[in-house]
C-alpha cells in the first residue's frame, strides 16, 4: 500500500461511515478484504504521515483549540484525528496550523465548552490500533498480536529516523502576541479567557 493507496482509503472510510466509531467499523472491514502486507503497509503510511505532522506548530493549534494546553497523547490523538479528516485538509494543516480554522469539524467546536465536545473531540486515538486489529483477525491470535504485527511494521519501516522531537520551533500558544501572529484565525475562534 504505498501512501496515495493510504489516503484512497482514508478518503473513502470518511465517505462510507459518520463518525469515529463508524468510520473505524469500516475501515476494519476494508483492511480486512486485504492482504497482510497490506494491513502492516497501512500502518506503515500511518506513521509515516503522523511523524510529518509532529511539528510545533501544529501542536500548538491543538494547545490553542483546546484552550492553552495539550498533552503529549492528546496531540498524538489530535494528529491522528487530522488524518480522518482527509488528505486535503491533513496537507493544509502541516503547510499552515492555521488552515484548521476552515475546516468545519473545528469550527463546529467554536464557542461550545469543552466539556459537551464528547464525540465531537479532536482526537482519534483508535485509529492507531485498527490495523492492529485487523492483523490479530487475519493471523486467528487477535488479542496477542501485538508483538509480531510491530515487528512487521518495523520490518517495513526499515532504517527510519527514529523518534525525535517535534519539527520547528517551540512557542507557547498563551502568549497573546505570538498566537495572534502565527494563528491569527484559530486565536479569534478559540479564545483563552473562554476557557478560564
Same mark, same amino acid.
Given at each position: 500500500?504505498?501512501?496515495? !493507496? %493510504?489516503?484512497?482509503?482514508?478518503?473513502?472510510? #470518511?465517505? +462510507?461511515?459518520?463518525?469515529?466509531?463508524?468510520?473505524?467499523?469500516?475501515? @476494519?472491514?476494508?483492511?480486512? @478484504?486485504?492482504?497482510? =502486507?497490506?494491513? $502492516?503497509? %497501512? +500502518?506503515? #503510511?500511518? &506513521?509515516?504521515?503522523?511523524?510529518?505532522?509532529?511539528?510545533?506548530?501544529?501542536?500548538?493549534? =491543538?494547545?490553542?483549540?483546546? /484552550?492553552?494546553?495539550?498533552?503529549?497523547? *492528546?496531540?498524538?490523538?489530535? *494528529?491522528?484525528?487530522?488524518?480522518?479528516?482527509?488528505?486535503?485538509?491533513?496537507?493544509? =494543516?502541516?503547510?499552515?496550523?492555521? !488552515?484548521?480554522?476552515? $475546516?468545519?469539524?473545528? +469550527?463546529?467546536?467554536?464557542?461550545?465548552?469543552?466539556?459537551?465536545?464528547?464525540? &465531537?473531540?479532536?482526537?482519534?486515538? !483508535?485509529?492507531?490500533?485498527?490495523?492492529?486489529?485487523?492483523? /490479530? $483477525?487475519?493471523?486467528?491470535?487477535?488479542?496477542?498480536? *501485538?508483538?509480531?504485527?510491530?515487528?512487521? $511494521?518495523? =520490518?517495513? +519501516?526499515?532504517?527510519?529516523? /527514529?523518534?525525535?522531537?517535534?519539527? /520547528?520551533? @517551540?512557542? &507557547?500558544?498563551? @502568549?497573546?502576541?505570538?498566537?495572534?501572529?502565527?494563528?491569527?484565525?484559530? !486565536?479569534?475562534?478559540?479564545?483563552?479567557?473562554?476557557?478560564?
Amino acid at each position: 500500500m504505498d501512501i496515495d !493507496s %493510504f489516503w484512497k482509503l482514508i478518503e473513502e472510510c #470518511r465517505r +462510507q461511515a459518520q463518525g469515529p466509531d463508524e468510520r473505524l467499523a469500516w475501515l @476494519r472491514g476494508a483492511l480486512a @478484504r486485504r492482504s497482510l =502486507a497490506e494491513v $502492516v503497509q %497501512f +500502518q506503515v #503510511r500511518l &506513521d509515516e504521515v503522523m511523524h510529518e505532522a509532529f511539528t510545533w506548530d501544529l501542536w500548538a493549534a =491543538a494547545d490553542r483549540i483546546f /484552550g492553552g494546553w495539550c498533552s503529549d497523547d *492528546g496531540f498524538c490523538y489530535f *494528529g491522528l484525528w487530522m488524518v480522518g479528516l482527509g488528505r486535503d485538509a491533513f496537507s493544509r =494543516a502541516l503547510a499552515d496550523p492555521d !488552515s484548521l480554522a476552515d $475546516v468545519p469539524e473545528v +469550527q463546529y467546536l467554536v464557542g461550545r465548552p469543552r466539556e459537551m465536545w464528547n464525540d &465531537d473531540w479532536p482526537g482519534w486515538e !483508535s485509529l492507531d490500533y485498527v490495523a492492529m486489529e485487523v492483523y /490479530g $483477525v487475519l493471523t486467528g491470535v487477535d488479542n496477542d498480536c *501485538g508483538d509480531a504485527f510491530y515487528e512487521a $511494521v518495523e =520490518a517495513e +519501516q526499515g532504517d527510519g529516523e /527514529g523518534s525525535s522531537g517535534p519539527l /520547528g520551533q @517551540r512557542w &507557547d500558544v498563551r @502568549r497573546e502576541d505570538e498566537a495572534a501572529r502565527k494563528l491569527p484565525r484559530l !486565536s479569534v475562534m478559540f479564545p483563552l479567557r473562554s476557557f478560564a
